[in-house]
């Protein structure tokens, strides 16, 4: 055979019409990203429902038949209908878990495509169900060691325990173990999680699971693409399920040893010392990108290209090689025909231990500095520092956070990083890491993309290449962590009674509910009136109660605040008037969480990074890399500072702070500025339209520097 390298086929180009997923501390796909953009770390001791501390764990990771660590990502009790997916309530207990978290996946999945399950408006024939799962599943462990009731008998016997003893702790042991019946057999395969979705759900494409380790999510993305580029499917349903992290998990990975001792992943820190296991669910349905434009779907992120490679002839069969990660990222850019110097996001495998992260860095930046391109560019992270390393979901899991930080243009953060390893410190790479959540604005000459890499151990590698859909941030990305309540009455008294239900504990989703419709029914023109801000990590009944007590001391007082969120106002409702501020008032990270949520906040600042004239992009300077240092913080901050910059910055995020406003029906009687501010309230005004404004404040600026 030449050693010539082969012309590779072209890669059909695919949509992602739906997400789902599950992982720790999140129930949906909402709750998961909003975790991801909040920095909430989901990692806990390992709960009673899966091992027993006590029995298993040894700080001497050499101990026998003991684990040293004990922290990890475990998936959230879930209620689980039966009847709703056709099962038999007395078959759940020989099921495996992923079996019955695969079906609540691909339903969520499926219906966010729009095409729910329970609606016979769509072709099921050729849709297909391909998933990445690793080895045995959960079930197999409990049921195997039933087994052993030959070497438990002789082993009492031998020991002389009287034979009415050995029956009665025969049957003790016995009931600790998951019983054999008709419904094991089904399951306990790996394959049947596919099997299921396609049989509940009538689908009639090719059903089928992959084995390739931690890199099962992105092997069976890569076999659903050959399927689709095939015309053998018309949709694809693929993804990764793991709910395996039981004490066998453990001992494994314990044994390797590859687990960190304190029980957190910290990928790409200077003192990553092993992962943490996790478990998840993670799902998208995918169509061919013409089909998907064509039948009018909603797209979340295209992918142009998988790329994947077999490390050969490694150093062992579990040790990374950086240059069989090469080979899959070098197919993946050539098949999609996208260069790695228009990659601004990376969501890499990093599952925190030193070598590992290390190898991917410099494999990573062996590749993307080919480019031609110079400097820092590209974000770098890994969502394991939150969730743990899910295994087969892995990829799955990395996937869906890509593909939520492309539709919503945001960049994620990524946790537990206090110094940057070696190789990122050392600034000789593309890459820096995502710390913070920040707005993804546009770069003048390609559309945002991101990159996503899963490796598994057998020495098998997969990079896969996703780009936006639409340039342009369409969706409200509000995560429902934060909410208000409005209420009015005619007097204080009656205010009070209104507010005493609040004062009691509901669930989150209740308080939701219930600020909806305190919101319907507030009149403005009543006497008096109550607004609490409230937040789901926060005691909302103490706002409440505090809310209570205020009123009771302060109701002579026509208007007053709170630091708690409280805010009252009685008499005839005034005008409003809006006070903008002038230079001084900027900060890095101004308008952050808006730009973040809400497309009005955003283009605002997407128009003042296309009317800036300087040699950066303004957003550069309000949203800057991570700063290590106390230096380099200051040295931010003295950028933005600087009157040519400031004041394009706060006319920036003056007008995205405003048009949020305006989304919620706000309006301003008058409006007035400090200092540079007047501009803003020109344009609120009606004086000028936004690009006058931005051109004034750059003007402005300039000249008051000089």
């Known amino acids: 055979m030449s050693k010539k390298t082969e012309k590779l086929p072209e890669f ?298 077999s490390d050969g002839r490694g150093k062992s069969i579990y040790a990374p090689s950086a240059e069989g990660q090469t080979r899959a990222l070098e197919e993946a850019y050539r098949l999609s025909g996208i260069s790695p110097g228009t990659i601004e996001l990376v969501e890499a495998h990093g599952t925190g231990t030193a070598v590992g992260d290390g190898i991917e860095v410099s494999a990573l930046s062996d590749v993307y500095r080919k480019a031609g391109r110079d400097g820092v560019w590209c974000a770098l992270g890994s969502v394991k520092s939150m969730i743990g390393h899910t295994k087969a979901a892995a990829g799955a899991a990395s996937l869906v956070k890509a593909t939520m930080s492309l539709r919503h243009k945001v960049f994620p953060p990524t946790l537990k990083v206090t110094q940057p390893h070696p190789v990122l410190a050392s600034g000789d790479t593309p890459f820096y890491l995502s710390m913070d959540k920040r707005p993804w604005l546009a770069s003048k000459d390609h559309p945002r993309r991101a990159a996503v890499s899963a490796l598994g151990f057998g020495g098998t590698n997969f990079h896969a290449i996703l780009e936006e859909s639409n340039p342009d941030k369409t969706e409200t990305d509000w995560d429902g962590e934060q909410d208000i309540v409005m209420l009015s009455g005619s007097d204080v008294s009656e205010l009070t009674a209104k507010l005493m239900p609040w004062t009691e504990a509901k669930p989150w989703d209740q308080v939701r509910i219930d600020a909806v419709a305190s919101r319907k029914s507030f009149n403005g023109n009543e006497a008096c009136r109550v607004t609490l801000v409230l937040e789901k990590s926060s005691d909302s009944v103490a706002v409440a109660k505090k809310a209570v007590a205020l009123l009771a001391s302060n109701a002579a007082q026509p208007s007053w605040s709170s630091p708690e969120g409280i805010y009252f106002g009685s008499g005839k409702p005034g005008k409003l008037g809006v006070l903008f501020s002038g230079q001084g008032a900027q900060y890095v990270g101004m308008s952050r969480d808006l730009a973040c949520a809400f497309p009005e906040s955003f283009s605002a600042l997407s128009e003042a990074d296309a009317a800036f004239e300087g040699g950066r992009r303004l957003s550069d300077y309000m949203f800057p890399r991570p700063a290590w240092t106390p230096e380099q913080k200051e040295a931010q901050d003295k950028e933005l500072r600087a009157t040519d910059v400031a004041q394009p910055a706060l006319g920036a995020a003056s007008l995205a702070a405003w048009r949020a406003l305006k989304r919620f029906g706000v309006k301003a009687d008058a409006a007035a500025g400090h200092s540079y501010g007047e501009l803003v309230a020109l344009h609120l005004a009606g004086r000028y339209d936004e690009w006058t404004l931005h051109a004034l404040s750059g003007l402005r600026g300039r000249l008051m520097k000089g």
């Open 12 to 309: 059909v180009p695919l949509a992602i019409i739906g997400v789902a997923g599950l992982f720790p501390k999140a129930k949906s796909l909402r709750e998961y990203w909003a975790n991801i953009k909040n920095k909430v770390d989901a990692i806990r001791d390992v709960p009673a429902s899966h091992w027993s501390k006590d029995a298993y764990f040894d700080a001497d990771p050499k101990k026998a038949d003991m684990v040293y660590a004990y922290k990890g990502g475990f998936l959230e009790a879930y209620d689980f209908d039966p009847s709703e997916f056709g099962l038999s309530p007395n078959t759940l207990e020989a099921t495996d878990p992923s079996q019955l978290f695969g079906l609540v996946a691909a339903k969520m999945a499926l219906a966010d495509a729009g095409y729910p399950v329970d609606k016979d408006t769509w072709d099921r024939a050729r849709v297909s169900t391909i998933l990445g799962i690793t080895g045995a599943l959960e079930i197999v462990i409990p049921l195997g060691a039933r087994l052993a009731h030959p070497q438990w008998r002789k082993a009492m016997e031998e020991a002389g325990v009287p034979k009415e003893q050995v029956e009665d702790a025969m049957a003790r042991i016995s009931d600790g173990f998951v019983p054999w019946q008709e419904a094991s057999f089904p399951g306990l395969l790996g394959n049947v999680v596919a099997g299921r979705i396609a049989n509940r759900f009538n689908l009639g494409g090719t059903n089928c699971v992959v084995d390739a380790a931690c890199g099962s999510s992105l092997a069976a993305l890569h076999m659903a693409s050959l399927e689709l580029s095939a015309r053998r499917a018309s949709m694809v349903i693929t993804g990764g399920v793991d709910s395996f992290n039981d004490i066998f998990m453990y001992t494994c990975f314990t044994k390797t040893p590859a687990l960190s001792p304190s029980g957190h992943a910290k990928s790409f820190d200077a003192k990553a010392d092993g992962t943490t296991l996790g478990e998840g669910v993670g799902m998208v349905v995918l169509k061919r990108l013409d089909d998907a434009q064509r039948d009018g779907d909603t797209i979340a992120a295209i992918i142009r290209g998988i790329g994947s490679s």
